[in-house]
């Protein structure tokens, strides 16, 4: 359970995707230190992976 649900108003927070997070770096790294890879020059990669907002009463407007 996250802290922002347990907490007595349950925040709204971004969730970050870990496993996609992971997954991306563990191909970066092995891409990295390929040894059948011609060029050895570091090159650098821009990636964006999409959060998702989780919305809870904290987010919501009081009525």
Do not use: K, Y
């Not at 992971?22 to 790294?29: D, I, P």
């Amino acid at each position: 359970m996250e802290f922002a649900e347990a907490s007595l108003i349950p925040l709204t927070s971004v969730r970050h995707p870990a496993g996609e997070i992971s997954r991306v770096a563990a191909e970066l790294l092995l891409e990295e230190i390929d040894p059948a890879r011609p060029e050895r020059l570091h090159r650098h990669t821009g990636i964006v992976l999409q959060p998702e907002l989780v919305v809870r009463r904290s987010g919501l407007s009081c009525r």
